[in-house]
């Protein structure tokens, strides 16, 4: 359960304050949740209040009495009735306990958020497009803060449409400004977060109040169709590897832009050069790209990402290998500091890729980027030369169509990696545990023939998805420790992943993180 916090109220819900619906409660006189730390008996009780702050709240929806302030200091709402008013205990609570009846004073974050009484819940539900929201409103938010000088805006403050008016010139957005901020006034966690961002990214190095706040307009656009021309012509020229970069955000993940250059795009024909470029346009102040993180503490954190070429990042390798052979399609390379999960993509069998699930520099199950299986090839075959890559006998249609057939090509191939030394010490029959077991049972000589064509159909599986995908993994273990390869080309492989996965590859380009 949660509960309703000071600042919530003047969230808008279903097209009125939530100030309106303590309001209403206070006049049906009818039991409501409360928190258990109230103590009160059935966590029951009907609310009332004093009349000058049933008042207040009156004047507050109408618009004569703000309900906080940008800076959180002049008459408020908040300031005479949130956490920091000189008596929070401001609401009777009625409630019945066995045949009395009995009163106590609580807090208004004393009351739980219910969806029957405050509309609880995470807000709009909004997947793709909460995002391109969310990301608009770090713009919005963002230029008004710069507008405010040296003056942080409070993190309880409600950013209303006359703020963004007030700098509309400043801002384009895929997304309207009234479309923000109806989203902004529905999800106080995104109002905060877009506050807390604005507040970090002024109190920078990086502040220039004359900057211009891009979110997948037109001038994003250029920057993305002259990413396809470069990235083409990098790969038309070194056709044994391909294209440097799967997609734009893995050169550069900015979600917005911050721009005192004009609406042209700065261009040049290499990533070496567009770099460069971009990294002096950085360092002056006149263009910083910013990736956004949603902020749920109190202190943000700015980091510099492919600011300092000169920076030397460097991920050891540690292990390789599965946990369990048949009930996960899984395979994982771990370095210093992260984990690398590859896997097939789609849930069909269909696609193969790795992709960062944890580690200390990210968090136990946080996400911290992927690569694309066309790139983790390129990756090989740069470590190990021509040849030594994922998809040298398979190509990702092959290997579908191979894994599909019954008996499949597939089993065999498997068995025989299963065979090698460097494999079936890496693999797990199916015991399960939280570590690669190096003195695990040698899964060759208990593993048949016919266990693997039977195999898949286990944690929601099926057979040919589990082959496509346990086949590409064991191929890459394969790589990493036949043939004679070294520790330290397992080394730049784990150095080159994380790279790569983190927008920090030797052709990615500068931008500014939030997080």
Known sequence: MARMNYDEYGDIR???????????????RRFVAVMPNTSIPSGKAIISCSKKMYDDMKKTIAGQLKFSSPTGTGDTFLKRYG?????????????????????KLIKLNDLEKTPEDFGGGAGSGLGRKEGDLAEGAACWVGAYRFSLGETDIDR????????????????????????????????????????????????????????????DNDFMKQINKHFLKVNARMGDEDEELGRPFSDVNKWNPADIWLCDCGKVFPKEDYFTGWNQKLYDLVKSKTLVGVSLKKISGSTPKLEEVNMDRDKKIFKKFTKAGANTLFNSMDVYIEGDGFK??????AGKGKTWQGEITGGA??????????????????????????????????????????????????DQKIYNLLQKDHIKSRI??????????????????????????????????????????????MTVLDIMFGNGNTAKQRDELSTRLYKYASSQSDLSGPFIKVS
């Open 83 to 103: 956490a920091k008013a000189p008596n929070k205990y401001v609401l009777t609570a009625t409630y019945k306990s066995g045949n009395t009846q009995g009163q």
């Open 361 to 410: 520099s990210f968090g136990k199950r946080a996400k911290g980027g992927k690569v694309g299986g066309g790139i983790f090839d390129r990756i090989l075959q740069e470590v190990y030369g021509i040849g030594n890559g994922v998809f040298q006998e398979y190509s990702i249609t092959n290997a579908v169509r191979a894994a599909e057939q019954n008996p499949s090509p597939l």
């Open 428 to 473: 797990v029959r199916d015991v399960g545990g939280n570590s690669y077991k190096r003195d695990a049972t040698k899964v060759a000589e208990e593993v048949t023939m016919d266990e693997i064509r039977t195999s898949g159909g286990r944690s929601g599986m099926n057979k040919s998805q589990w082959k496509f995908s346990k086949y590409f993994g």
């Open 14 to 28: 279903g097209n009125q304050m939530r100030l309106q619906s303590l309001v209403n409660i206070i006049d049906e």
């Open 156 to 215: 309880t403050y409600r950013c209303t449409l006359k703020d963004f008016d007030s700098v509309k010139d400043k801002v384009e957005t895929k997304n309207s400004m009234t479309e923000i901020h109806t989203f902004l006034m529905e999800n106080s966690d995104w109002m905060e977060s877009s506050i807390l961002t604005a507040n970090a990214l002024w109190n920078s190095k990086y502040k220039n109040k004359n900057y211009h706040w891009y979110h």
């Open 340 to 345: 690398l999960q590859m896997r097939d993509t």
